[in-house]
């Protein structure tokens, strides 16, 4: 197993960016984060840009729409050799299994992909009074996690605290990407359910996406390096 640290960088525009990743010049280069504020700001270009100097990179835009439409996109996020892409399980099996076809390319290879299971924003009041979601979240998050497997995604993204279901659940392979990272002796920010990157690891992530215990750490290298010791 490959276990890895992802920075969430999330910065509002280029340059912001750029400056925080010459940072790592010269150590190994972070597998990065770019989200929907990022892309959306500064286009794909950004994409490209990060790439060209050497990071893997995880697209978290979240796709959920009908199967032909994210099918479609995927062949565009593919072309940009981006390294891992998601897509809402909500979106049905079949919307899942489209995914992989937009995003597998003519020499078979792509990105990894993988499945939102329920939002970790999303509480149980929520999932059962306005989602009308009958079972509990754990369920949801079994059944959701099973759907992704079954279409031929490589994993989830889930918190820390439901890798191990997952796992149970899916196998020991299917891969756990968990954001709520906070080191012990940091503060949660506005993270609920939160654990180090050494109990993590214990738990069965397979990649921690950390952001501001990172980037808004006064020395973000050594930061990033601290999360490498406890987690990988
Ligand atoms: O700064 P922090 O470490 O909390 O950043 C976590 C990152 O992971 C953010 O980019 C956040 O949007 C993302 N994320 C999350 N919880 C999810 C899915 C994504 O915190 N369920």
Redo the contacts with the bound molecule.
Sequence with gaps: MNRDVII?C?FPNRETTLAFLDRFQGGRKPFV?I?MELFYGAGPEIVREIKARGHRIFL?LKLHDIPNTVKKAMQVLSALDVDMVNVHAAGTVAMMKAAVEGLTRADGTRPLLIA?TQ??STSEEALHGELLIGPSMNETIEKYASNAREAGLDGV?CSPLEAGLVKAACGKDFLTVT???RFADAAA?D?VRITTPARAREIGSDYI?????ITAAPDPVAAYERCLKEFV
Excluded at 209 to 213: D, E, F, L, T
């Design positions: 969430a999330d984060k989200g978290d939102v939002l970790t993204v954001p709520g990272i920010d993270q996406v950390v952001g501001r215990p």
